[in-house]
């Protein structure tokens, strides 16, 4: 294994930071909470590994730990070997394990794609969401044979939801 390191007196190219570009995107599409974001990392260099995939490594500014990324993006995971003739060795992972490895929960803010899991989740299969009759005039009582346990209730008009007061108007729901 080779290491090759960016020089100090060279701007950096954009070929450096693609795989972490790449793995961003990646993160998206799977729809992971926590977010990539380029300029938390820094670039400490790459790993040629002759016949096999070079690793770049990138390390978090606040949370100290790296993401290993080959050329199109993919994570690996690094494991140290003390009674082996090498280093350590890398191993495929999945970009969220890389994620928890690099400990971005603790230190980025979660981005939710949908509405987050509700504070109160039925403590059984088959418990029935009671509709508020304020809200939808037409349910007078929660049918026993249809279970609704991901209901979403809409916000009335004029409800406050923290700072923000919800007012009618806007496009009409189909």
């Avoid at 993919?74 to 400990?103: M, W």
Wanted: proline share 13%.
């Amino acid at each position: 294994m080779d290491l090759w390191y960016p020089p100090d007196d060279e701007a950096p190219l954009l070929e450096w930071w693609t795989p972490l570009l790449l793995a961003a995107s990646t993160a998206r599409r799977e729809r992971i909470p926590w977010p990539i974001h380029l300029d938390d990392f820094m670039l400490m260099g790459r790993v040629d590994r002759g016949s096999r995939p070079a690793v770049w490594i990138y390390k978090h500014r606040d949370s100290r730990r790296e993401l290993n990324l080959d050329a199109t993006g993919h994570a690996y995971k690094f494991t140290r070997t003390p009674n082996a003739s090498s280093f350590g060795r890398f191993t495929a992972c999945r970009i969220r394990q890389a994620v928890f490895l690099a400990d971005l929960p603790t230190f980025v803010e979660p981005v939710w794609y949908d509405e987050p899991p509700p504070a109160s989740v039925p403590p059984w299969p088959g418990t029935e969401e009671i509709a508020d009759p304020i809200d939808d005039p037409s349910a007078s009582a929660p049918s026993p044979s249809v279970a609704h346990p991901t209901r979403r209730r809409r916000p009335r008009a004029g409800a406050r939801r923290g700072h923000l007061t919800l007012i009618q108007g806007g496009r009409a729901a189909g």
